[in-house]
């Protein structure tokens, strides 16, 4: 490992880097990237795609990058991975731009099991979010009106307050794991504001909520929004531009589809009394201390991931090891090795790229 008088580049805390050239290093030591992103070659080449789907350089295995341990729960072991695969913003040298950082699968926990199953929802959610967006496909609706819940109602009244409409699609896929769409738009101007929440869980109500939680974190940027095209909380072009010009009229796979038949029991409500018992902080309604969100929850509906409901439906997940602690060169106190810091990215935009990409 580099020693800290070494660590110059700017990152937003003390993480362990360690530079190298992947032909250097064994390959059972090191991830290499193109296994991570899985980057088409055309998408070195093509300056018409939208910058997200762009990746600088392909990457070169005898270039010196920085890279970082973390520890791998199915080879148990410590692995490196590019430093900027994990972190935003992380210095890449010029010529060899070919990592970018991403949340897909980024999760915390109450334990590491927990973590572990809410980062698996996280890719569950990313996949089916992608077939259904990037295909345009019509999906059944989630009935909001059978679910009894205080919660949702609530919200919903909350969104009509705003002059806003909201409705659920259900994007489940061949996974069979409940994914939801939540969706709210403005119906008293022409630009409609759209907006989205997505949720996944292995309890279809659960996911529901999680969705409306989401839902809700995207209002700031639209909710003073007026007629003459000012009082965005956003100030991204590409999201300004959806927010000002994407209806539903001219996106229809947005709305429900009344012919489509929803997957059997994944779009009814499934919990006595559809609780969203403790979902009004946020998703997973955990406190800072790491213990659970207020608020009774006799039948598991309400619990976070890899409680309650979850973990009766879940298939059974394995003691789950913690990594060691990695001590750093010069550091008395051992650290946990390093984290992505992967702030979230707005759900809202999600720029087309070319079918066969896709």
């Given at each position: 490992?580099r ?8 990152l937003?805390?003390?993480?362990p880097?360690?530079?190298?050239r ?13 296994t ?21 350089d ?15 729960l ?16 992380a ?18 926990g ?9 980062g698996?929802?996280?890719l ?7 077939l259904?967006?990037?295909?345009r ?47 709210s738009?403005r ?6 504001d759209?907006t989205?929440g997505?949720?996944a869980?292995?309890?279809r ?8 939680a ?6 700031p ?11 965005y909380?956003?100030a ?18 947005l709305a ?5 038949v ?14 969203c ?10 406190a ?6 207020a ?14 409901a979850g ?20 550091r ?26 896709r």
């Amino acid at each position: 490992m580099r020693g800290p008088g070494a660590l110059q580049r700017p990152l937003p805390g003390d993480e362990p880097r360690q530079p190298a050239r992947y032909r250097d290093l064994r390959p059972d030591d090191a991830v290499h990237p193109d296994t991570v992103q899985l980057v088409d070659p055309r998408q070195f080449r093509d300056p018409a795609l939208p910058a997200r789907h762009r990746v600088h350089d392909p990457f070169d295995e005898g270039a010196e990058l920085d890279w970082t341990p973390v520890w791998s729960l199915t080879a148990e072991r410590h692995r490196l991975v590019p430093t900027a695969l994990l972190y935003y913003g992380a210095p890449q040298p010029p010529g060899h731009r070919c990592c970018r950082a991403d949340s897909n699968g980024a999760a915390a926990g109450g334990t590491l099991a927990d973590a572990v199953v809410r980062g698996f929802l996280e890719l569950v959610e990313r996949d089916a979010v992608a077939l259904w967006w990037y295909n345009r496909t019509r999906q059944p609706a989630v009935p909001l009106d059978a679910f009894d819940d205080p919660w949702l109602a609530e919200v919903r009244a909350a969104h009509r307050d705003v002059r806003r409409e909201v409705w659920a699609l259900d994007l489940t896929t061949d996974f069979g794991i409940p994914v939801v769409a939540a969706l709210s738009r403005r119906l008293d101007k022409s630009a409609e504001d759209i907006t989205f929440g997505f949720g996944a869980h292995f309890d279809r109500h659960t996911a529901l909520c999680h969705a409306f939680a989401e839902l809700n974190q995207m209002l700031p940027a639209v909710v003073e929004a007026r007629a003459d095209g000012g009082g965005y909380g956003a100030a991204e072009p590409e999201a300004l531009r959806w927010f000002r010009t994407a209806t539903l009229a001219d996106h229809p796979y947005l709305a429900p589809d009344p012919a489509a038949v929803p997957p059997p029991g994944i779009s009814g409500p499934r919990c006595p009394g559809g609780r969203c018992a403790g979902r009004r902080k946020g998703v997973g309604a955990r406190a800072r201390d790491g213990t659970a969100g207020a608020g009774p929850d006799p039948a598991g509906c309400g619990a976070a991931g890899g409680q309650g409901a979850g973990a009766r439906n879940a298939p059974a997940l394995g003691p789950v090891r913690a990594r060691p602690a990695l001590r750093c060169p010069g550091r008395a106190r051992p650290t946990a090795g390093a984290h992505a810091l992967c702030g979230p990215q707005p759900d809202s935009v999600f720029p087309v790229i070319p079918r066969d990409i896709r």
